[in-house]
């Protein structure tokens, strides 16, 4: 299966960088694809609404940023994983504003995800949560697993080798 994970860390090395590369390496072993897209450090605007892409745009966004780049991964894609540091109760900025963009294309080919999540603290994920598990209503999508991290030592083994099984375990159908 081709899985794009998009990182919403600006950290090269961070926490939720560490945390992906792990699950790569167990999704990989699995035989699966997977390229990670380091949107945290890629330019995206926010969507415009000028409602271009439902016109004469036919599916096309009109702002020529990074985000032109991501859309053909994303259409190609057969799982979404959404990776972010916590940055205010919310997405990374970056990754909030890829994925009002989603917007252009519409419903995307893939129909499974899943959440990593890296914060300082614990109990600070109910409203990305939220608009995780809505997005996938919307898109009539399969929640393949939430995992969160918190604290000052994330980059354990121990955590590491959880996200290795967790890339491990996904599955095509
Ligand atoms: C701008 C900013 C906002 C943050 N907001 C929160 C927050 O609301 N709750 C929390 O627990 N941690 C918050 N943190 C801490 C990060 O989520 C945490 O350090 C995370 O592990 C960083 O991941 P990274 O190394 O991938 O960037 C914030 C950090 C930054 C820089």
């Not at 995992?147 to 590491?160: I, P, R, S, V």
Request: hydrophobic share 35%; charged share 20%; proline share 2%.
């Amino acid at each position: 299966m081709k899985i794009l994970i998009l990182n919403g860390s600006a950290r090269r090395g961070g926490n939720t960088s560490a945390l992906v590369e792990a699950f790569r390496e167990g999704a990989e072993s699995a035989g699966h694809v997977v390229e990670i897209a380091n949107v945290g450090c890629m330019k995206i605007n926010g969507c415009l609404g000028c409602e271009y892409c439902h016109g004469k745009g036919e599916g096309k966004c009109i702002q020529a940023d990074d985000m032109q780049g991501l859309y053909p991964k994303l259409s190609s894609a057969e799982m979404v994983v959404i990776a972010s540091p916590v940055h205010y109760w919310s997405f990374s900025g970056q990754l909030q504003s890829c994925i009002t963009r989603w917007y252009a294309p519409g419903q995307p080919s893939a129909k499974k995800y899943a959440l990593i999540l890296s914060s300082g603290s614990e109990g600070v994920y109910d409203a990305i949560i939220s608009q995780y598990k809505s997005i996938l209503e919307y898109f009539g999508a399969e929640d393949c697993g939430i995992k969160t991290f918190a604290g000052e030592d994330q980059k354990n083994a121990t955590n590491l080798d959880a996200m290795r099984a967790f890339g491990k375990s996904m599955r095509n159908a």
